[in-house]
């Protein structure tokens, strides 16, 4: 059973913080990782894609990867109130004929004024 | 614009009857998928489909049904057969390995 773990939260930081989320996965083979981003009540948006080992920056948000290690992780810099979400890791588990994504379960983030 | 959309936003099902909601995407993404998500929970995988006129069995699709007859549709039935329905269902479609994009949502209640 392939996996995605992610811990839960909820995730509390001030403004103006850097937030770190994790997230971990248990096939080797995994080939694409992204992170969404889920508001309450809203459908979740993709915020990040990264493929390959090391860092992907995207103004706040930076991305890593580290494929020895099997985890995935997303930096939120600056940390807005706005930022406040459910913050969910999908991976691919194979680059083939497989399209259908694993997902964790999410992390809540609450950015604290 | 290109996008993801769903229909209706808010739908209310009797006891024992069955709904169907919209999803059509006009990305000319192959794959579609439909997941479930109740409150304060993660997404479920009820069905999806890599290829027109194929789909498969997610981890939920008991009480659901779905058809794939054109590249950009992919409507799910709920069925009286599916007890507790009430969750916000959501749609999304992508290329082959790649992220994926989703609709608005529909927000499915029992009355």
């Known amino acids: 059973q392939k996996e995605v773990e992610q811990n839960s939260g909820p995730l509390s930081v001030p403004e103006g913080a850097i937030a770190s989320l994790n997230c971990t996965y248990s096939?080797?083979?995994?080939?694409?990782f992204f992170w969404y981003r889920q508001y309450s009540g809203k459908s979740p948006e993709l915020i990040m894609s990264?493929?390959s080992n090391g860092d992907k920056e995207d103004g706040r948000f930076t991305a890593q990867l580290n494929k020895a290690s099997q985890y995935v992780s997303l930096l939120i810099r600056d940390s807005q109130p706005s930022d406040s979400a459910t913050y969910l890791c999908a991976v691919n588990p194979w680059a083939g004929n497989n399209r259908k994504l694993i997902w964790g379960l999410g992390t809540s983030l609450a950015v604290n004024p | 614009d290109g996008g993801i959309t769903q229909s209706p936003k808010y739908l209310f099902r009797k006891e024992g009857q069955n709904v169907t909601l919209s999803c059509e995407q006009n990305l000319n993404h192959d794959a579609m998928y439909w997941y479930r998500q109740d409150p304060g929970q993660g997404l479920r995988l009820i069905y999806y489909s890599q290829i027109v006129n194929d789909f498969q069995k997610g981890d939920i699709a008991e009480g659901y049904s779905v058809s794939r007859e054109k590249k950009e549709s992919f409507p799910l039935t709920v069925t009286s057969a599916q007890k507790n329905p009430t969750a916000f269902y959501l749609c999304a479609s992508s290329i082959q390995g790649a992220e994926a994009f989703f609709g608005q949502g529909t927000r499915l209640t029992v009355v």
């Open positions: 096939d080797r083979g995994s080939q694409s």
């Open positions: 990264i493929y």
